[in-house]
């Protein structure tokens, strides 16, 4: 078993996660966000092209590592951004296999070091059917930070087509999955909402 095998069910179940839907998480939290214009209509061309392709690949080199990118560069390179990285935590659980987008508020970037704070999956279409493994690499990267003596009070997650863009969060044993989806036409809702994760831990830890 590994993170891509879970369902929402079995993550209530196994891991005693109670899992909350209906509420609109981010709205009220993501940051005011200026986009330089140059990126935008990079993005806008590749978003043309990634759409155009249709595959999860395209739409992850194309449209997810690029916005990745960029909020590393919005925080000054405080953060790293590993992408296809194994992440093998606890396989006795099934916390094991590899994470499409990990980053972690350690400024180094040859590893994956704790705190890892956002995980954030591609998928081709299936937004729900991703949920739980994106939940399922949270739970790993909890537990990873615990292991390491950096554990923060919050992580966040993120599952993606490009196009459209659905975010969670784990409280210690609650997880939030945002009611509300957001499209590449909101980009500036979603470059805030990804700056206001990354910069709601930053206070908490000393950057490496």
Known sequence: MSYK???LEQINQIFAIAIQSNLDVFSAHKQPI???SAFVSRLDYNTTLALAINTEKARSEMIIAPILVELKRLTGDR????SGSEFNVDATQGLNGFGDFII???SQQLYIEAPVAVIVEAKNENIKGGLAQCLAT???AQRFNQQ???AIDTLYGAVTTGNQW???KLDDTTAAIDSKDYYIDQLADI????LAMVENNTSLITIA
């Open 148 to 150: 390491k003596g950096n």
């Open 79 to 82: 953060i790293s951004l590993f």
């Open 5 to 7: 095998d879970f369902t």
């Open 138 to 140: 949270m739970i790993a």
């Open 166 to 168: 659905k975010f969670l």
């Open 191 to 194: 470059m805030g909402i990804l």
């Open 104 to 106: 972690s508020l350690s």
């Open 34 to 36: 200026q986009i330089d």
